[in-house]
């Protein structure tokens, strides 16, 4: 998803605003990302993507999704990375979506799983070029990774950026680029209250084939 123009005519208009939300959670994710974009919201659709090791140790970091269905939302990532090192360790996950302007937040629960490669193939080509470089610099430096911190020495992302873009790598996709889709099981809808009314929250959880909701605290 491109990030917009910032417009700023939008900003913070949607807050404290009461709607009913549709029966499948993910329809309404979708709706919130294309109305932070309308707003002018750089990168709308920003994820904080936590996993844990085999051993418990939490780690969270950024993604921007690419795709959001009715069965979950992907991403795309190098490996060995730690992110998808946990996955492979520990498939279940967290993440959040998070609107401040516009007085919203999404969090979820569920599992997470590297998809065939044949799917990372077709989003390849539209992925911006820089982020495709670095998939090039990624893949070019994963055998000279120090450790389990992933190290490198100082200076060789960028010498390797430089060296994909000068030799025009980023037409085929390197063997280290992948597809991570997150399946929720679980997933709740925060909207800020203003002055006069309070905040909600409505809950998700998935139920064999289908979704029920209800309220919870905030």
């Not at 123009?5 to 009461?18: E, F, P, Y």
């Not at 060995?80 to 959040?96: F, G, L, M, Y």
């Not at 990774?145 to 010498?159: H, M, N, Q, S």
């Not at 680029?177 to 959880?205: H, L």
Request: hydrophobic content about 40%; aromatic content about 8%.
């Amino acid at each position: 998803m491109r990030s917009p123009r910032r417009t700023g005519s939008g900003r913070g208009r949607i807050r404290g605003v009461r709607e009913d939300l549709e029966r499948n959670p993910l329809d309404v994710v979708r709706r919130w990302v294309a109305e932070a974009e309308a707003a002018g919201l750089p990168a709308p659709s920003t994820l904080t993507f936590a996993t844990a090791d085999a051993d418990g140790v939490p780690h969270a970091r950024t993604v921007l999704v690419t795709a959001i269905d009715d069965v979950g939302l992907r991403f795309h990532s190098s490996r060995p990375t730690t992110k998808t090192r946990d996955v492979a360790e520990n498939p279940r996950v967290s993440a959040v979506f998070h609107w401040p302007a516009l007085g919203r937040q999404v969090t979820l629960q569920g599992v997470a799983e590297e998809l065939d490669p044949e799917v990372a193939r077709a989003a390849y080509p539209t992925r911006p070029r820089q982020l495709r470089l670095i998939a090039w610099a990624y893949d070019v430096l994963t055998p000279t990774l120090a450790g389990p911190d992933f190290a490198v020495e100082p200076g060789a992302v960028e010498r390797e950026f430089d060296a994909a873009a000068a030799a025009d790598l980023d037409a085929a996709m390197p063997r280290s680029w992948t597809t991570i889709a997150v399946t929720p099981a679980r997933m709740d809808f925060w909207r800020a209250g203003t002055e006069t009314t309070p905040p909600a929250k409505t809950r998700f959880v998935r139920d064999g084939g289908a979704w029920r909701s209800f309220p919870v605290l905030p």
